[in-house]
């Protein structure tokens, strides 16, 4: 019983790292798009545009996983006090007691 409650939080806060590291990236990519907004377009195309996007999105991702910026983590950090731990998931508390 009580593996599959550790099992249950383990699963929880994978979720929460990947929606964490989400997070970061769609801010990285939002910030890659404003400084690539600040640099003059002489005659690219609407492809090369959405390319160009592509690309920016996919460093984002790339730059989120590296944990390079820190924000996922911080976010993370945060918002895993919220998540039930090991002696609230359920089983006894023997091992916390002293």
């Known amino acids: 019983m009580r593996?599959?409650?550790q099992k249950g939080l383990d699963t929880e806060r994978w979720k929460?790292?990947?929606a964490?590291?989400?997070?970061?990236?769609?801010f990285l990519h939002q910030l890659?798009?404003?400084m690539r907004r600040t640099v003059p377009s002489t005659g690219r195309s609407h492809a090369t545009q959405i390319?160009?996007?592509?690309?920016?999105?996919?460093?984002?991702q790339q730059l989120a996983r590296s944990d390079q910026f820190g924000l996922g983590k911080l976010?993370?950090?945060?918002?895993?006090?919220?998540?039930?731990s090991?002696?609230?998931s359920g089983?006894?508390?023997d091992d916390t007691t002293g």
């Open 3 to 5: 593996v599959e409650a």
């Open 16 to 18: 929460l790292r990947e």
């Open 20 to 26: 964490t590291r989400q997070m970061e990236a769609q």
């Open 32 to 34: 890659l798009r404003a």
């Open 51 to 60: 390319y160009t996007d592509m690309l920016d999105e996919a460093l984002a």
């Open 75 to 84: 976010l993370y950090e945060k918002l895993s006090m919220y998540l039930p």
């Open 86 to 88: 090991e002696t609230t």
């Open 91 to 93: 089983g006894s508390n």
